[in-house]
Nanobody
Framework: VQLQASGGGLVQAGASLRLSCAIS????????MGWFRQAPGKEREFVAY????????YYADSVKGRFTISRDNAKNTVNLQMNGLKPEDTAVYYC????????????????WGQGTQVTVSS
């Protein structure tokens, strides 16, 4: 299983970005997917989760109402639409495959992408 995240960049506060994660190998449609982020000097933290059928989504409080996670099982992709970006959203963003359903813990994910950098200037 391989995950490839893309779509990061440098934007000003208030702007939007759309991250994408392409998954190859395995049976994508049978697994929930998540996004995490890691800012310099900080631990990796949960951002968003989507269930295999997209019926369940869950967000960290810090992004709720601004970020939207979605997936396209036909294209084996999961996306993170980020609106109203803030400087504190600056981090490397990682997509990951959930191994046992909804989880906000790193241990709840078994495959990780390489990360894509998001930088938000004030």
């Amino acid at each position: 299983v391989q995950l490839q995240a893309s779509g990061g960049g440098l934007v000003q506060a208030g702007a939007s970005l759309r991250l994408s994660c392409a998954i190859s190998g395995g049976t994508f449609s049978r697994y929930g997917m998540g996004w995490f982020r890691q800012a310099p000097g900080k631990e990796r933290e949960f951002v968003a989760y989507i269930s295999w059928g997209a019926g369940i989504t869950y967000y960290a409080d810090s992004v709720k109402g601004r970020f939207t996670i979605s997936r396209d099982n036909a294209k084996n992709t999961v996306n993170l639409q980020m609106n109203g970006l803030k400087p504190e959203d600056t981090a490397v963003y990682y997509c990951a495959r959930a191994n046992r359903g909804l989880s906000t813990a790193l241990s709840g994910y078994d495959y990780w992408g390489q990360g894509t950098q998001v930088t938000v200037s004030s």
